[in-house]
């Protein structure tokens, strides 16, 4: 059986920086000319000023935004992100994402492009589902019934699912399969810094399958007539991997083996409240050690050369080089998500270079 079936990451996951110049209907292209992505989910975030972190899909639909560090309602952007383009992604003159000499950065991954109808749940969902890659976008109503079931399009069971209500303020509620030895029975929110919660009302208690994921009866993920959004991430070998790992409070830190070269990081400490969503990649940081963060929960500016963020992206994995508890105390547990730059050894057996 070849390492892995996914030999170039670029197809499905791309990360994008640019400078604002205030102009509408500007094209974002992406920066890879031999490989062209159309993205189906956007993760936008100015780097400059505190603004918004703001994501945007193809299902949804053009010009619909929510925001990862607030409770809210979906807004509807006609100057934002106006469109999602066949190698990247079409900006208006909003100073959330073009303003004249600012910085910004976009994660960009690709689902299934054109949804469809799934019935495999209680609740009938609209899917963009790729499943070579383990990611679908999921929309469905929600019935108030704890114990519905949703399907999600991937066939396997996923890792992570990610919820939020389009129509409430209600916060996010993430499933995490590494973040307690009963993942089932808690949620993590990437709008606040809180650590994990048991709560029966999220999940119902009950673990995704290969068809669906489950929810229970709380109005922030299954209000009767609300529309709610998932993303949905099952992972794949030498492209994506969603673990955790127990820091060790020494500036020699954690290693933590992933099977490839990452591209992008997210960790947030699981165990204690107080500690962010930092978010890390290979375009703003292209050298060891990584430390440009930016926080899903917050709208501050991009954190830059912060010593306390310290870490290395190598060839099949990342290593804290910090003992701050941000990502490294001393006994203390963290769940990460993260996608490939490269697979540490590609499916005709060639093994990829450290940076």
């Known amino acids: 059986m070849a390492y892995t079936s996914i030999d170039n990451p670029e197809l499905y996951f791309q990360t994008k920086i640019y400078t604002g110049d205030g102009n509408d209907d500007r094209d974002i292209v992406f920066d890879v ?17 505190g603004d918004n972190l703001s994501i945007y899909d193809s299902v949804r639909g053009d010009g619909k935004e929510l925001r990862t560090a607030e409770t809210g309602a979906e807004y509807d952007r006609t100057n934002n992100i106006q469109s999602l383009n066949s190698n990247g992604f079409q900006v208006g003159d909003d100073g959330q994402v073009n303003a004249s000499g600012g910085t910004y950065v976009s994660w960009a991954w690709k689902a299934g492009g054109s949804a469809s109808s799934n019935s495999n749940g209680t609740i009938t969902s609209t899917v963009s589902a790729n499943q070579t890659s383990g990611f679908s976008i999921v ?10 079931t949703v399907g999600h399009g991937l066939s396997v069971v996923p890792s992570v699912v990610l919820v939020k209500s389009r129509d409430g303020t209600y916060g996010y509620g993430m499933y ?3 973040n307690t030895s009963a993942p089932e029975t808690d949620y993590l929110s990437i709008n606040n810094t809180d650590a994990t919660v048991d709560d029966v009302n ?27 959004v998932a993303y949905v991430f099952a992972e794949k070998k030498g492209y994506s991997k969603f673990g955790s790992y127990t820091g060790n409070g020494n500036a020699d830190g954690t290693f933590v083996y992933i099977g490839f070269k990452p591209a992008w990081v997210m960790i947030k400490e699981s165990s204690n409240a107080g500690n962010a969503w930092h978010i890390r990649d290979n375009k703003r940081s292209t ?3 990584v430390n440009d963060s930016m926080y899903a929960n917050s709208s ?5 050369n912060n010593s306390s963020l310290d870490t290395d992206f190598l060839s099949n994995g990342f290593k804290l080089r910090n003992s701050d508890t941000n990502d490294n105390g001393s006994g203390r547990t963290y769940i990460y998500m993260a996608f490939a730059e490269a697979p540490f050894v590609s499916s005709s057996g060639v093994p990829t270079t450290a940076r």
Not at 139 to 148: L, R, V
């Open 33 to 49: 000319t031999d490989t062209t992505m159309q993205p189906d989910f956007l993760w936008s975030a100015r780097r400059d000023s």
């Open 139 to 148: 929309t469905y109503s929600g019935n108030s019934t704890a114990g519905a």
């Open 202 to 228: 999220f999940w119902n208690d009950t673990a995704p399958t290969s068809s669906v994921f489950s929810l229970g009866g709380t109005d922030a993920i299954n209000k009767t007539s609300n529309s709610h």
């Open 300 to 304: 501050i500016a991009e954190v830059t």
């Open 287 to 289: 050298f060891n050690v």
């Open 176 to 178: 995490h399969h590494k």
